[in-house]
C-alpha cells in the first residue's frame, strides 16, 4: 500500500479509473492536474501487475511509425517527472541499443530508421567498432547495432508508487483492494460504476485494467480483441558497470538498475499460455501470430481451464473474477531465466561475478497489431479505454495518461492518438502488427 491511511470510498466523483497500473495512476495524476476529481479503484495494489515487472526500458527506438509523436511525448515528460513528483524514480538518459547478428539485422534497423525519418530521431546505426566501443567489449561479435542516446530507462519499483503519491498529493482518492465489478449508466450513459465496496457515480469512466481489460469489456458486451503471455526476467547482484545502455543482445536483454545490478531477461521469447481467448480472437491475431512463430513457446496447461471455467458476466452483488486473483503474478520459468543468465554472461564478460538474485514473471497483454486502446468507446459514452501496450507501456505510460487526461477532460489530445481507437478492431482496419525485422 502506497498510502498508510485507507481512504473512504467516495459517493461521486467526475471520473473512475478501473486500475493501479502505469495507464491508471497516470491518467490520474494528469486529471488530477487539471483539478478533475478522480477515483482510482485497484483491485490489489498499485503496480502490482505489469507496471511493477517490467525492464523498465524507456524508449523510441524500434517503435511502430505511429507510436513515435507519443513515445517522444512520453520521454519528454519523463525527463522532467522526478522533479514534477519530487522522488527519485532512477530515471536515467542512459540510451539503448539494439545488437545486430549479421548485415540482414542491420538492414531491418535501418529500415526502421527510413520509416521514422520524418520525426528526427537521434536514432543511429553504430558500425561493429563503434558498437564495441559503447559496450567495451573487445571485437566483433557484433555486426553492428541500432542505437538512440536520448532513451532511457527508470525503476518500476519506484516509478508508479511516486506518481501515485503524486497524483493522491493533488487529491486523487487511490482505493486499493476495490475490484469494479460493472458500471451504472443513465440515458445510455456512463452515471457510476459499481465496487465491491459500493457504488460510485461519476461521468466517466477509464478502464485500464491491463490483462483484464478484455474481461471486464466482455461483461458490458464490448469487444476488446487482447490476448497475453508470460515473459520471465531476473535482476542479478552487483557487478561492475562498463555502460550505461540498456542492451538487446537478441536471446538476452540486459539493463543496468539503480541497485548495481542489472535486470536480465530471455530477449523477445515468452511463454504463451493457450487459453479459450486465443480461440476467440485466433482470426485478429492472425497476422501477429504469423511474424511471431518462433518466440512463442506455445503451452496448453491448467491456464485453459481456469480461463475456460472463469465466469463472463456477473452480477453487482457477486464476486468477481477481478477479486479472485487480486494480483496476477505467474510462475516464472527459471530455465529461461537461467539460459539468459547465461547467455548474458557470455555476451558481457562483466556479468561473470554476478550471481541470479530473484526471478520473477509477468502476464503482458497484447492487441493484434501490438498499438494501444486510447480511446473512448463510442457505443457507450463516458466509456474509455487505456489499454493494449503490447510490451512497452511503461515506456509509454506518461504519455498514456497525459492523452487519456486530454481525451476525458474534452481537450484535443497534445499528439494525434486517431491510430490508437477502439473502432479500428471492428471496422476492417489493417491489424497487421509493424514489422520491425
Ligand atoms: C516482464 C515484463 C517486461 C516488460 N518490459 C517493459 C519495458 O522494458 N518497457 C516498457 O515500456 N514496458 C515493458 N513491459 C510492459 C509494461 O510493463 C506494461 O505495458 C505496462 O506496465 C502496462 O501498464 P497498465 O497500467 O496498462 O497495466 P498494469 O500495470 O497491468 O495495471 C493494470 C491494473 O489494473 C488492475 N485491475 C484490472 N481489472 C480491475 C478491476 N476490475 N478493478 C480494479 N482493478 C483492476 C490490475 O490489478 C492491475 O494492477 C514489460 C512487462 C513485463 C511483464
Redesign the pocket.
Known amino acids: 500500500m502506497t498510502n498508510a491511511s485507507v481512504p473512504e470510498l467516495p459517493t461521486a466523483t467526475k471520473v473512475v479509473i478501473?486500475?493501479?497500473?502505469?495507464?491508471?495512476v497516470a491518467t490520474a495524476y494528469f486529471l488530477a492536474k487539471e483539478g478533475i476529481a478522480t477515483v482510482v479503484?485497484?483491485?490489489?495494489r498499485v503496480?502490482?501487475?505489469?507496471?511493477s515487472?517490467?525492464?523498465?526500458?524507456?524508449r523510441k527506438q524500434g517503435r511502430d511509425p505511429r507510436e513515435i509523436p507519443a513515445a517522444k511525448l512520453s520521454l519528454d515528460i519523463w525527463a522532467g517527472l522526478e522533479t514534477d513528483l519530487g522522488s527519485d524514480l532512477g530515471w536515467t538518459r542512459g540510451g539503448i541499443s539494439y545488437l545486430a547478428a549479421n548485415d540482414k539485422e542491420m538492414q531491418g534497423f535501418e529500415r526502421w530508421l527510413e520509416d521514422v525519418q520524418p520525426h528526427q530521431l537521434d536514432s543511429r546505426l553504430l558500425s561493429a567498432r563503434e558498437t564495441d566501443a559503447l559496450l567495451k567489449t573487445d571485437g566483433s561479435k557484433w555486426a553492428g547495432a541500432l542505437y538512440t542516446a536520448s532513451d532511457g530507462r527508470a525503476e518500476?519499483g519506484k516509478a508508479v508508487p511516486a506518481l501515485a503519491t503524486g497524483a493522491r498529493r493533488l487529491g486523487t482518492v487511490i482505493l486499493e483492494g476495490?475490484?469494479?465489478?460493472g458500471i451504472e449508466t443513465e440515458a445510455g450513459r456512463i452515471s457510476g460504476v459499481v465496487t465491491e465496496k459500493g457504488e460510485i457515480a461519476c461521468e466517466a469512466v477509464v478502464c485500464?485494467?491491463?490483462?483484464?481489460s478484455s474481461l471486464?469489456c466482455r461483461s458490458l458486451d464490448i469487444t476488446l480483441p487482447q490476448l497475453k503471455v508470460r515473459?520471465t526476467?531476473c535482476r542479478t547482484t552487483p557487478g561492475p558497470r562498463p555502460f550505461e545502455s540498456a542492451v538487446d543482445a537478441g536471446p538476452v536483454a540486459i539493463r543496468p538498475r539503480q541497485d548495481g545490478g542489472f535486470t536480465v531477461?530471455p530477449g523477445t521469447a515468452v511463454a504463451f499460455d493457450i487459453v479459450p481467448d486465443a480461440l476467440r480472437f485466433f482470426r485478429d491475431f492472425l497476422p501477429a501470430l504469423r511474424g511471431q512463430s518462433g518466440k512463442l513457446r506455445l503451452r496448453l496447461g491448467r491456464p485453459f481451464m481456469e480461463e475456460l471455467m472463469r465466469p463472463k458476466r456477473w452480477r453487482p452483488d457477486e464476486v468477481?473474477p477481478?477479486e479472485r486473483v487480486r494480483?496476477?503474478d505467474p510462475e516464472p520459468d527459471r530455465a529461461f531465466a537461467e539460459a539468459a543468465f547465461a547467455a548474458a554472461k557470455a555476451q558481457f564478460p562483466h556479468l561473470q561475478g554476478t550471481e541470479i538474485a530473484e526471478t520473477w514473471?509477468?502476464?503482458?497483454e497484447s492487441t493484434p497489431d501490438a498499438i494501444p486502446v486510447l480511446s473512448e468507446v463510442e457505443s457507450l459514452p463516458g466509456f474509455y479505454i487505456?489499454?493494449g501496450?503490447?510490451?512497452?507501456?511503461?515506456?509509454?505510460?506518461p504519455a498514456a495518461g497525459r492523452l487519456m487526461a486530454d481525451l476525458v477532460s474534452g481537450v484535443t489530445p497534445r499528439v494525434d492518438i486517431a491510430p490508437f481507437h477502439f473502432s479500428r478492431f471492428a471496422n476492417g482496419s489493417d491489424l497487421t502488427p509493424y514489422d520491425f525485422t
Open positions: 478501473i486500475g493501479g497500473g502505469i495507464a491508471g479503484c485497484e483491485k490489489g503496480a502490482g501487475e505489469q507496471s515487472r517490467n525492464w523498465g526500458w524507456v518500476p476495490c475490484a469494479v465489478r485500464a485494467g491491463g490483462v483484464w471486464f515473459a526476467a531477461a468477481t477481478f494480483v496476477l514473471a509477468g502476464a503482458i487505456a489499454t501496450f503490447s510490451g512497452h507501456g511503461f515506456g509509454f505510460g
